[in-house]
């Protein structure tokens, strides 16, 4: 019989995996600071064609705004973090779902426990 299990995903942290990193925290980041500029630009247009709704459009529109700054926080956090992570230390990358057989007579304990995939340079280097 099959069964899936989760097992987690490692990568460990080198000089390309950090500058890839970065990349992505930096393009979030932009993006979200586009997407900002945009909403708040289609906040004047509703606000202006609507003039007796306006403290629901205000109101709507300050929660998604809002939403994607806290976003941008996020991901700043996240570069800062990067920039002190040491090269070599592992972070985790998530969790993907793998098929395992099991027999009658196999120890339950030795299945249950966590399985670990490391990753260095979009290579797999071990599985635990």
Known sequence: MNII?????KKIVTEDSKAQLREEYQ?????LEQ???????EQKKLEHQA??????????????????KDQI???KYKLEQLEILPTGSEINDGEVEAMIEIEEGM?????SEHKT???KDGIITKIT
């Open 5 to 9: 299990k989760k097992v987690a995903v």
């Open 27 to 31: 393009l979030k980041i932009f993006k």
């Open 35 to 41: 997407e900002c500029e945009r909403l708040k630009f």
């Open 51 to 68: 003039t007796n709704k306006k403290a629901d459009i205000t109101h709507r529109f300050y929660k998604e705004i809002s939403n994607r």
């Open 73 to 75: 926080k996020w991901n």
């Open 107 to 111: 120890n339950w304990d030795d299945l």
């Open 117 to 119: 995939i490391i990753v």
